[in-house]
């Protein structure tokens, strides 16, 4: 039998991969061998270790469940779902840019009317208008597109994280809205905060262990769809949080920024359905529809094909 060393297992693993794989299977697995032995050569693992990682994956599966996916939330703090949408927004140049979808989207939110108040009348936190349209990419408003939407009560928690029956029943802070003919969304809630991700499970050891904060800056969650168009999946975040330079999970982006201006006039705070000062957030979104979509992957393909022949 040949004996294995240090210059010949990763050879001997590739081997092992079936001719026939699945090909995209096949580049994963391979690209997964190479540098994952590159990375136990480079910091020469100890057993030890590789028990430890072993253990650290088993803890992220336990911790997990339909409310809560540890393993979104490794990828997330490592920069690793941050790499994969600057990757994916190269070819929806034009669009809105992404961001992290995060773990604590809902599917089944419900339709709410504009003007809609997602907090359901919250006592706490700073009452904000959030407005603005949604355009296509030559300046036109798009009719029928769903904005689902969802953020932290002003308590710094998702109402899925805390279990509070009634407001996960009626999906606090969050909703659906559909725009009109104008291209217009428009809505009530309350201010966003910056809030923690969670810290009591494996990921929360990473962070202690490298010296790192946990802090997320205060941002609105949206997924925005219709058919005929690309999805964007995205954020908005608040110009005056003090984590945006310092996102415990990489997802801020500089046009993804939005201030919200302090709104101190009576007769705009009744037209809303405040009884006070409120702060206003403006963001238009921009969708690209499928076809110029997929033609930028055409022109990408064919650049990638040209420089690697
Ligand atoms: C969030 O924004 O909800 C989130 C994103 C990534 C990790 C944890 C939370
Ligand atoms: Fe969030």
């Given at each position: 039998?040949?004996?294995?060393?240090?210059?010949?297992?990763t050879?001997?693993v590739?081997?092992?991969?079936?001719d026939?794989?699945?090909?995209?299977?096949?580049?994963?697995?391979?690209?997964?061998?190479r540098h994952s032995?590159?990375f136990i050569?480079?910091?020469n693992?100890s057993p030890?270790e590789?028990?430890?990682?072993a253990?650290f994956?088993?803890?992220?599966?336990?911790?997990?469940?339909?409310?809560?996916e540890?393993?979104?939330l490794l990828?997330?703090?490592l920069?690793?779902?941050a790499?994969?949408?600057?990757?994916g927004d190269r070819?929806r140049?034009g669009?809105?840019?992404?961001?992290?979808?995060?773990p604590?989207?809902?599917?089944g939110?419900?339709?709410?009317e504009?003007?809609f108040?997602?907090?359901?009348d919250?006592?706490e936190g700073?009452?904000?208008?959030?407005?603005?349209?949604?355009?296509?990419?030559?300046?036109n408003?798009?009719e029928?597109?769903i904005?689902?939407?969802?953020?932290?009560?002003?308590?710094?928690f998702?109402e899925?994280q805390?279990?509070?029956?009634k407001?996960?029943?009626?999906?606090?802070?969050?909703?659906?809205?559909?725009?009109g003919?104008?291209g217009?969304?428009w809505f009530?809630?309350?201010?966003?905060?910056d809030?923690?991700?969670?810290?009591?499970?494996p990921?929360g050891?990473?962070?202690?262990?490298?010296g790192?904060?946990?802090?997320r800056?205060a941002h609105?969650h949206y997924?925005?769809?219709?058919?005929?168009f690309?999805?964007?999946?995205?954020?908005?975040f608040?110009?005056?949080?003090?984590?945006?330079?310092?996102?415990?999970?990489?997802?801020?982006?500089e046009?993804?920024?939005?201030p919200?201006?302090?709104?101190?006039?009576?007769a705009?705070?009744?037209?809303?359905g405040?009884?006070?000062?409120?702060y206003?957030?403006?963001?238009?979104?921009?969708?690209?529809?499928d076809?110029?979509?997929?033609d930028?992957e055409?022109?990408?393909?064919?650049r990638?094909?040209?420089?690697s022949?």
């Amino acid at each position: 039998m040949r004996d294995l060393t240090e210059s010949n297992v990763t050879d001997a693993v590739l081997n092992v991969i079936a001719d026939d794989t699945n090909p995209r299977l096949k580049e994963i697995m391979e690209a997964l061998i190479r540098h994952s032995h590159d990375f136990i050569r480079e910091v020469n693992l100890s057993p030890d270790e590789l028990l430890y990682a072993a253990r650290f994956i088993q803890n992220v599966g336990h911790i997990s469940d339909d409310k809560r996916e540890e393993g979104v939330l490794l990828g997330d703090v490592l920069g690793m779902t941050a790499l994969v949408e600057i990757l994916g927004d190269r070819e929806r140049t034009g669009a809105t840019e992404s961001s992290l979808l995060g773990p604590f989207y809902r599917e089944g939110a419900p339709a709410r009317e504009m003007g809609f108040d997602i907090s359901l009348d919250d006592d706490e936190g700073e009452p904000a208008f959030l407005q603005g349209r949604v355009l296509d990419s030559d300046g036109n408003p798009i009719e029928g597109v769903i904005l689902d939407l969802w953020q932290t009560s002003p308590n710094m928690f998702y109402e899925a994280q805390v279990g509070q029956p009634k407001d996960y029943e009626d999906y606090a802070y969050r909703g659906k809205f559909k725009t009109g003919a104008d291209g217009r969304y428009w809505f009530r809630s309350r201010k966003p905060v910056d809030y923690p991700v969670p810290t009591d499970g494996p990921v929360g050891l990473i962070l202690h262990g490298t010296g790192r904060h946990s802090w997320r800056p205060a941002h609105l969650h949206y997924l925005i769809y219709k058919d005929g168009f690309q999805t964007i999946q995205t954020e908005m975040f608040n110009s005056d949080s003090k984590y945006l330079d310092s996102d415990a999970v990489f997802g801020v982006k500089e046009s993804l920024i939005i201030p919200y201006e302090k709104i101190d006039d009576p007769a705009r705070a009744e037209e809303y359905g405040f009884n006070g000062p409120f702060y206003e957030g403006i963001f238009d979104f921009v969708m690209k529809d499928d076809a110029s979509v997929k033609d930028a992957e055409a022109a990408y393909s064919e650049r990638a094909s040209m420089s690697s022949s």
